[in-house]
C-alpha cells in the first residue's frame, strides 16, 4: 500500500528551528515529485515547497524562501523539510503529498496524502 508518514511537528518558540520528515513506504519515491503543504485552521490548504522527481529542481512559497529547505535522501525513502527561523505565522498542520516528476504548486495535482503533522511556533 502507498503510504506517506510525516514526523518532526511540535511546539517551538518564535525563532527556532524543526525538521520535518515525510517517510514513504510501498513504493520507492525516487522519481517522484514530492511536496509539503500547510493548512492553517480557517484557511486554504498552501503549497510551502516542493521537490522533482531528480532533486534538481525545488520550489518554495515565497513568505519561506530563505527560511525552508526541501532535500531528499532516496535511500531512506524520504524527503525533509527544514525549517527555520520560524514564525507564528508557519503554525498550520503540515502535509505532504506525491505527484508525478515534476513539480506543481497546486495541491489538486497530487495523489496520496499524509495523514498530516502539527507545528506550532509560540512564545
Known amino acids: 500500500q502507498l503510504q506517506l508518514v510525516e514526523s518532526g511537528g511540535g511546539l517551538v518558540q518564535p525563532g527556532g528551528s524543526l525538521r520535518l520528515s515525510c517517510a514513504a513506504s510501498g513504493f520507492k519515491l525516487d522519481y517522484y515529485a514530492i511536496g509539503w503543504f500547510r493548512q492553517a485552521p480557517g484557511k486554504e490548504r498552501e503549497g510551502v515547497s516542493c521537490i522533482s522527481g531528480s532533486g534538481g529542481s525545488t520550489n518554495y512559497l515565497d513568505s519561506v524562501k530563505g527560511r525552508f529547505t526541501i532535500s531528499r535522501d532516496n535511500a531512506a525513502n524520504t524527503v525533509y523539510l527544514q525549517m527555520n527561523s520560524l514564525k507564528p505565522e508557519d503554525t498550520a498542520v503540515y502535509y505532504c503529498?506525491?505527484?508525478?516528476?515534476?513539480?506543481?504548486?497546486?495541491?489538486?495535482?497530487?495523489?496520496?496524502w499524509g495523514q498530516g503533522t502539527q507545528v506550532t511556533v509560540s512564545s
Open positions: 503529498a506525491v505527484k508525478g516528476y515534476y513539480c506543481s504548486a497546486n495541491a489538486a495535482n497530487f495523489g496520496s
